[in-house]
């Protein structure tokens, strides 16, 4: 068993939720650039969000199951040397488990889309 999480989370704009709507998404420009599309763990979301969204309004969240990406995943080091999941592919809608509006809780943490 594997000590990383199963779901993970990508922070989207309104127009990715609609190419992801379409079926699949091949990432934002910074993941184009990059090689692979970034996702973070429930623990990383709120600082992923800080980071590189901060003042940006109109952002989704979507809830990621890695098992369904199987090999697509790498988890490598980023920011703080922390490990964080990779998708090397287009992210199918199908491995989204629920996506929601971002949204945060009374303590400033992102509000994890509810899933089944």
Known sequence: MSEHPTLAYKVLTAEQV?????????????????GYIHLSTHKQLTGTVDKHFAGQSDLWVAAVDLEALEDKVRWEESRGDQLFPHL?????????????????????????PVTG
């Open 18 to 34: 609609a190419e992801l709507e379409t079926g699949n998404f091949a990432g934002a420009p910074v993941d184009r650039e990059d």
């Open 88 to 112: 090397y592919g287009t992210l199918p809608l199908d491995a989204v488990v629920a996506y929601s509006p971002l949204e945060r809780e009374d303590d400033g943490q992102v509000r994890l």
